[in-house]
């Protein structure tokens, strides 16, 4: 199983983060795990292309975890000319009207659709690309997920559990993904949840939003719907998991000094490897071993 960090910020526009969006790459799948603004930049640095993607799951809806769906739809499906299967699609629920919105006929892409798939010159580059008449529309397969899902992928399980977040306006979901190669662990935007706790619990790697320094928060409503960094370091401790990685970071903390200062805080509480979260950081399903030395 390999891990990577596409986008690992906020909605805070940034050139060195991009906001929320993780890819977990094994046999057969290619899955993303919400696909918010800069990710699909990011993902292609991290050389992978739109047609490699095979899934996608969305935490919530909040549109720095969704912003570069419609980049990734269009462009797999005009890119993939018919050629490979549709992207798979998970998320709470409005991911399906939030599709038709974008794709259908009537939506935000349909003239542009119709262009593709009826105009000569189009219909003539999708043939270049290998694909047979007619064209078809984009129609990804989605499913909508509650707290308790379960789905079965090509081997690999996903479980789900509400995280509290922005309810009771958007349904917000932290996820636990198993694999023979590994499990990993995603708690989307969350305040600390003993519920999510309990299903990561011995997941090799779990991504945590960690928001602020703890204890600056405006107010109690605040934390309780975005952790900060002894937050998430006390659900991993609780979780036991392998390794921690701070993501969804603000830049109250990302700062050279406060960064360090706040690790060592969170090693005080958890045990395990914690990682500071970077956009493109490969993040080991193991234990992270130093290179060897070669002079």
């Known amino acids: 199983m390999k891990i990577v960090l596409l986008g690992t910020g906020t909605p805070a526009p940034s050139l060195e983060r991009a906001s929320s969006s993780y890819l977990v790459e094994l046999d057969g799948s290619v899955i993303l795990f919400d696909c918010g603004p800069g990710a699909y930049h990011r993902m292609m640095e991290a050389g992978y292309r739109a047609t ?3 899934d996608l ?7 720095d975890h969704c912003l570069d769906y419609a980049r990734l739809v269009m462009t797999r499906w005009d890119q993939g000319a018919g050629q490979i299967p549709e992207l798979n699609v998970y998320g709470p629920a409005h991911t399906a009207r939030m599709t038709r919105l974008l794709f259908a006929a009537d939506g935000v892409f349909g003239p542009d659709i119709e262009a593709r798939t009826t105009l000569e010159p189009s219909v003539q580059v999708f043939e270049s690309r ?6 078809k529309r984009p129609d990804p397969l989605v499913r909508e997920l509650a707290s308790g899902d379960v789905v079965e992928g090509r081997g690999w399980t996903l479980k789900t559990v509400s995280v509290p977040h922005a309810q009771p306006a958007l349904e917000c979901l932290g996820f636990r993904f198993d694999a023979p190669g590994g499990s990993f662990a995603y708690s989307g935007d969350a305040g600390p949840s003993g519920a999510f706790a309990r299903l990561a619990a011995g997941s090799d790697v779990l991504v945590h939003m960690t928001y602020q320094i703890s204890g600056t928060a405006p107010g109690p409503e605040w934390t309780r719907g975005a952790a900060g960094h002894l937050e998430a370091a006390r659900v991993a401790a609780d979780a036991k998991v392998r390794t921690l990685v701070v993501s969804h970071v603000s830049n109250q903390m990302d700062v050279p000094g406060v960064r360090e200062r706040l690790i060592a805080e969170m ?7 914690i990682v500071w979260g970077e956009d493109l950081m490969h993040v080991p399903v193991d234990d992270p071993q130093a290179e060897r030395h070669t002079g």
């Open 130 to 135: 290998g694909g047979t008449r007619p064209r």
């Open 52 to 54: 490699d993607i095979t």
């Open 57 to 63: 799951v969305f935490s919530h809806l909040h549109y």
């Open 267 to 273: 090693a005080e509480v958890f045990e395990g490897n």
